[in-house]
C-alpha cells in the first residue's frame, strides 16, 4: 500500500485561474480531509469529505470546493486563484473518525 | 474556537540531553491531543495520541486539563529525533467529522 498520495506534487499558476488538486486515500479509508499549509506555519483544516459529501468545513472562502468519487478519491478545487493560495496543500484519509495519515503534499504557487 | 499554541519556534539540544516541546490548547469540552512529526523530505506522521499513551521512539506526553497542557517529552534526545513537531487538537467526535487543529510547529535540533 503506497499510502495517501497526491497529484501533481509541484504547480505553478497566475492570479485568477483556477486549479485541481487529486488525492488518493490509504487503502481502506473512506474520508479525505484537506489541509493548506503556508510557509512557517501549521497546517489549516479545509474542510473533510465523507460519502461523497462536505461533512465539516474550515474558515476558507467558497472560491475553496471540493469533490469525492464513489472509490473515495478527491479533488480540491480552488478559483480565482490570489497570490496568498501559495502554500503546500495536503490530504489525509482516515477510516471515519480515526487516525489520520497524511500524503507527501502538492506544493502551489501563484505568481 | 479551538486553538494550539507552541510557544518555541526553535528548540536545540546536545544528544543525550531530555527534550520538551511545549504545547498548550484552549477547547471547551475534552478534546483529543495528538503529536505529529516531520522528518526531513519525509511527509507528516503521527507520533502519538494521548488517548492511546503509549511512548513512541522514547517519547511521551501528557494530557494536563487542569494546565490545558500537552507537552512532548524524552529523557535522552538522539540525533535522530531533530525534525519539525506538530501538537494538535481535534474537537471529538461530530458525526463523520474531525478536523485536526494544529499548532505552528517547533523545530528541534539535536546537536552531536
Same mark, same amino acid.
Given at each position: 500500500?503506497?499510502?495517501?498520495? !497526491? ?10 485561474? $483556477? ?7 490509504? #487503502? +481502506? @479509508? ?13 497546517? !489549516? ?10 461533512? $465539516? ?7 475553496? #470546493? +471540493? @469533490? ?44 | ?112
Amino acid at each position: 500500500d503506497a499510502g495517501v498520495t !497526491q497529484s501533481p506534487t509541484h504547480l505553478i499558476k497566475t492570479r485568477g485561474q $483556477q486549479v485541481t488538486l487529486r488525492c488518493s486515500p490509504k #487503502s +481502506g @479509508h473512506d474520508t479525505v480531509s484537506w489541509y493548506q499549509q503556508a510557509l512557517g506555519q501549521g497546517p !489549516q483544516f479545509i474542510f473533510q469529505y465523507y460519502e461523497e459529501e462536505e461533512r $465539516q468545513r474550515g474558515n476558507f472562502p467558497d472560491r475553496f #470546493s +471540493g @469533490h469525492q468519487f464513489p472509490n473515495y478519491s478527491s479533488e480540491l478545487n480552488v478559483n480565482a486563484l490570489l497570490l496568498g493560495d501559495s502554500a503546500l496543500y495536503l490530504c489525509a484519509s482516515s477510516l471515519l473518525s480515526d487516525t489520520q495519515y497524511f500524503g507527501p503534499g502538492t506544493r502551489l504557487t501563484v505568481l | 474556537a479551538q486553538r494550539v499554541t507552541q510557544p518555541e519556534k526553535l528548540l536545540s539540544v546536545f544528544k543525550g540531553a531530555p527534550v520538551e516541546l511545549k504545547c498548550n490548547y484552549s477547547y471547551s469540552g475534552s478534546p483529543e491531543l495528538f503529536w505529529y512529526v516531520q522528518y526531513s523530505r519525509q511527509r507528516l506522521q503521527l507520533l502519538l495520541r494521548h488517548i492511546s499513551r503509549e511512548s513512541i521512539k522514547g517519547f511521551t506526553a501528557d494530557l494536563n486539563k487542569g494546565e490545558t497542557s500537552f507537552h512532548l517529552k524524552k529523557p535522552f534526545a538522539q540525533e535522530e529525533d531533530s525534525a519539525m513537531y506538530y501538537c494538535a487538537l481535534s474537537g471529538g467526535f461530530s458525526g463523520s467529522a474531525r478536523q485536526l487543529t494544529f499548532g505552528s510547529g517547533t523545530q528541534l535540533t539535536v546537536l552531536p
